[in-house]
């Protein structure tokens, strides 16, 4: 009985680091501090506190509950992404207790794969901020325009331009053209339309360093192989979405 509970003490504990990892999607599509906490809270209590306690039948539970809720707590506080500028693209913006926002500052410690996961990861907090970031109106085209020109400045920092950051890159230029629109009644979509979608094939071009290409060593294995099908998924089928969209002159 208790190499069953030992077993399975294993088998949830090397669940965490990959479901944990994966939460990092909450930073990227909706940052609230309330909702990550709550999906962290029902991580760590699965994949945390249940193997201790099968593992160490006699850890008192009031200790776990003390270190889980200790723990909510600063995320809570620090949220799912940094409170760091948008300046530079390599500073960490992912919130501390996030799976990248922990491991991206010692990425140079990491294998190769290691690297490009929490390097593409931590651009997609980056270009997230800058969404959140954008004026809720905006009073005048020539303010609009020089916001517009002011984002495509800060997406060209990057060294790396990872081709999975696209799908967040149009919707960062989606929100200011629909506040743009918002704003001006009399603007005329169809001119706006087209200037977005030159938009997306511009910075297309210029993100187009792809992981799922990437020759990994053995080393890596699982994780290569694994991160190469996922960001694979978002590279190839944005490539097909990207290609079925035409710029009317």
Known sequence: MNRIRVFFAIL??????????????????????????FFFFFVLS??????????????????LLTGIFTLLSFTWWSGPLSPMATIDPAFAHCGRTTYAGLFYPARSLLSAAFQDDL????????????????PEKFEAQNEFE??????????????HKFRVSLPLIAYLHG??????????????????????????????????????SRRYSWLDWPMGPYMQFEYGL????????????????
């Open 12 to 37: 949830l504990g090397l669940l965490f680091f990959p479901v944990w990892r994966f939460m990092d999607v909450i930073a990227f599509i909706w940052p609230s501090p309330l909702l990550y906490s």
């Open 46 to 63: 699965l994949f945390v506190a249940t193997p201790l306690k099968l593992a160490l039948p006699k850890f008192k539970r009031r200790w």
């Open 119 to 134: 390097e593409a990861h931590n651009q997609l907090c980056w270009i997230k901020k800058l969404t959140t970031h954008i």
């Open 146 to 159: 020089d916001y517009l020109k002011l984002i495509d400045k800060k997406l060209i920092l990057p060294e």
């Open 175 to 212: 929100v200011a053209s629909t506040r743009w629109e918002i704003a001006q009644n009399q603007v005329s979509k169809v001119r706006t339309g087209a200037v977005f979608l030159d938009k997306l094939h511009f910075w297309h071009g210029q993100y187009n360093d792809e992981i799922s």
């Open 234 to 249: 978002i590279e190839k089928n944005w490539e097909k979405i990207l290609n079925s969209l035409k710029v009317e002159p």
